[in-house]
């Protein structure tokens, strides 16, 4: 029987995006409500990078979980511009982030 960690443990007994949120939490894996201002694919590659190593993930890890390759994964950390909008999706909701777009100045 395969060990799993807390963090994957968390993740598969959550029956909803927002309940995994709230359980990660609750849990201290989640800490605050950081927000960064994303201007480009960089800053976008360096927030993911910065997500996946707080929580303790491996690129191989992450990449296995969110069904995508590890080369992938790493030209998004990386902020490849030419990166398929959908499968990051999946990488950043995988990760408990969110984007939020707003005006900028408000």
């Known amino acids: 029987m395969q060990r799993l960690n807390i963090a994957e443990w968390l993740y ?8 995994m949120v709230s359980v990660w939490r609750d849990a201290g894996i989640l800490k605050g409500n950081s927000m960064k ?3 480009d694919m960089q800053d976008l590659g360096k927030a993911i990078r910065d997500r996946r190593r707080e929580l303790g993930y491996t690129q191989a890890f992450l990449a296995d979980y969110a069904g995508i390759s590890a080369s992938f994964l790493s030209e998004l950390e990386n902020g490849k511009e030419t990166i398929q909008a959908g499968k990051m999706m ?3 909701s995988l990760l408990g ?3 939020c777009v707003k005006n900028r100045g408000e």
């Open 97 to 99: 982030m969110d984007i």
């Open 12 to 19: 598969l007994t959550a029956n909803s995006y927002a309940q």
């Open 90 to 92: 999946d990488v950043i």
């Open 37 to 39: 201002t994303i201007q």
